[in-house]
């Protein structure tokens, strides 16, 4: 068996040496060369358009062309991480028909050489942002890729050019010369280098200061990733005037000294963040001032918005003075907003659309479904993309036509360490493969859904109170805290949050509705006896009568996005932890956001 071995090795194909094709050596030297700013960005774009034109290029020569292209194609996965463990990773992932994963860029089979090359770079080229990238590359990707430990001084190269490249000579983009004074201080923390570490802090400090002086939303960067960090050495001299520029932007933001500097979203954001901080140091009379300073901006934010959104702003107001322990005054607001979500439901319109769209063109859908009445443009997204449940009987009845072996074949759906679902012939379980397609138009439909979303609040300049005020115009809920939250973090892209506050509001909302069409909401425990606990959505969606009076589409639609396991089953999965980071993107949250408006759209 030994001798075997070592003939397959003998005989096995030796990898092609790495060779970078001049055209696309040339992008990169140009870049380094560069005396004007340039980003990563630009740089992908640049070797992308010169792999393109790469002709009869050798093996050597195509995986040269990869290591450059895989080089720019990485994205940071500071807010998403990356399934390799690493700082660099893809950036999206799509599931084939075998149920595996594939990764887009995917380091899979890329060579080790690809390292060495990356390493190469990093000591040869000259240009901040070029060497910053590399270096980090070859000490970021090195235990996947090469499967090597990491090189301490391809760290220390990459820290260096992070902090060379972070004046605005070098990045012209703020959010970039974060990234690269963040990553610094990263990096410096992790090889533990106080020299390096001092020098990141203080870059951090130094633009922090720069976006003080111009107002620059990007304030909170810096307090939030040095605040509480223990190993980036800030004093305490530097923590105080943190506090006191984030004191500036309550008062700024609060419309005090001048009305047209009044933003109660920056008024909530700074404070939150001082009352965490003066929770910490036990301070209740500075956190009581901060949160009746949210609670007064968001009623004056009430005071100017007409109904629908007043309903909605309101709502923090009521928590805030709640959270200052201001009892009466969270009643007074909470009566106001109830008196505004009334006013809200008789603005309201009853709409009517016959939708005759082409979806080869994406400008004439997104006209007809976004219009100039908001209460329209939500009406119109929210029953585009409901499931039709006789339409989707008719596209399951001609697959069958179209495929009839796949039509007779069953199938397993499977986690990780067992069986999922199973869904049957068409012939034998028809419901299955209802559920299924339904779950395939969610993915099909999915880039026409995001765009409407993204159109209606470009064309209407939505932030996610107005999400919350739909979601309530029938009263389904009788505290929006969550879905404010939940909104709110799709806004500021934090999917994970957005997924697992939204779904049991999805919940608590379908539950709502039982409720209105005067069916019981509890049932008796399964163990306990004269104890009754909530209904969920698996009684509501699977009970004959229950279903019925919502009628085929409404429980269709639920139960393929929230609580079968041949859909999406996203009900059960966040609530018993099954559902995995990399199954959170866009697409999933973009569908919790259109059930909030057809929550808005319900009626008996």
Not at 352 to 359: C, D, G, L, P, Y
Not at 370 to 397: C, G, S
């Amino acid at each position: 068996m030994f001798i075997k071995s070592l003939l397959e090795k003998a005989i096995a194909p030796m990898p092609p040496d790495l060779v970078v094709p001049p055209a696309i050596e040339e992008q990169v030297q140009a870049f380094d060369r560069a005396t004007s700013p340039f980003s990563e960005h630009d740089v992908e774009q640049a070797l992308g358009k010169a792999r393109r034109t790469l002709q009869d290029a050798t093996e050597s020569e195509k995986l040269g062309a990869w290591a450059e292209v895989l080089a720019f194609a990485l994205d940071e996965s500071r807010m998403h991480p990356s399934p390799w463990g690493t700082y660099f990773g893809p950036r999206g992932s799509g599931t084939d028909k075998d149920g595996k994963t594939h990764y887009f860029p995917d380091i899979a089979g890329t060579d080790p050489q690809v390292i060495a090359h990356w390493s190469t770079r990093a000591k040869a080229l000259k240009n901040p942002v070029l060497k910053a990238r590399y270096a980090d590359l070859a000490w970021d990707m090195s235990p996947v890729i090469a499967k090597a430990r990491r090189d301490p001084e391809m760290a220390r190269l990459a820290i260096d050019a992070y902090l060379a490249s972070v004046p605005a000579s070098v990045r012209s983009e703020l959010h970039d010369r974060f990234e690269a004074a963040l990553r610094a201080l990263d990096l410096s923390i992790m090889v533990r280098d106080p020299e390096r570490t001092e020098r990141a802090r203080a870059a951090l400090l130094q633009l922090h200061r720069e976006v003080m002086a111009t107002h620059d939303p990007q304030w909170w960067v810096a307090y939030d990733r040095l605040i509480e960090e223990k190993n980036a050495g800030v004093t305490e001299a530097e923590r105080q005037q943190f506090v006191t520029d984030l004191e500036e932007l309550v008062v700024r933001y609060s419309g005090i000294e001048k009305s047209e500097t009044f933003d109660p979203h920056a008024v909530e954001a700074a404070a939150q963040r001082l009352i965490r901080y003066y929770t910490r140091l036990q301070q209740p009379d500075d956190v009581k001032r901060l949160h009746i300073a949210v609670a007064q901006a968001f009623e004056r934010f009430a005071a100017l918005s007409g109904p629908m959104l007043a309903s909605a702003v309101l709502q923090t107001s009521v928590n805030a003075y709640r959270d200052a322990g201001l009892a009466d005054e969270s009643k007074r607001v909470r009566i106001l907003m109830e008196e505004k979500i009334g006013q809200a439901r008789q603005e309201m319109k009853a709409v009517q659309t016959e939708f005759k769209v082409s979806h080869d063109d994406m400008e004439t859908f997104l006209e007809a479904v976004v219009v100039d009445d908001l209460a329209a443009t939500f009406a119109r997204i929210a029953l585009q993309f409901l499931p039709n449940r006789r339409d989707i009987e008719e596209q399951v009845r001609k697959s069958a036509e179209h495929a009839p072996l796949m039509a007779l074949i069953p199938q397993k759906i499977m986690a990780d360490d067992h069986v999922v679902a199973k869904i049957g012939s068409v012939e034998d379980d028809p419901f299955g493969r209802l559920l299924q397609q339904t779950t395939m138009n969610f993915g099909i439909s999915a880039i026409w859904l995001q765009a409407a979303l993204y159109r209606a609040i470009e064309k209407h300049k939505l932030n996610f109170e107005h999400f919350a005020s739909w979601a309530n115009r029938l009263e389904l809920f009788d505290d929006l805290t969550f879905l404010l939250e939940g909104v709110r973090a799709w806004f500021e892209g934090d999917l994970v949050k957005a997924l697992h506050v939204l779904v049991p509001q999805m919940e608590a909302g379908l539950r709502s509705i039982v409720a209105k069409l005067g069916k019981p909401i509890t049932k008796a425990h399964t163990t306990i006896a004269d104890v009754s606990v909530a209904i969920g959505m698996g009684d509501i969606l699977y009970s004959d009568e229950l279903a019925g009076a919502l009628g085929p589409d409404l429980t269709l639609y639920f139960l393929a996005l929230y609580a079968d396991p041949r859909g999406k089953n996203l009900r059960n999965r966040i609530a018993h932890g099954l559902i995995k980071p990399q199954f959170i993107g866009p697409d999933l949250v973009h569908l919790l956001i259109h059930s909030m408006l057809v929550l808005g759209m319900w009626k008996k």
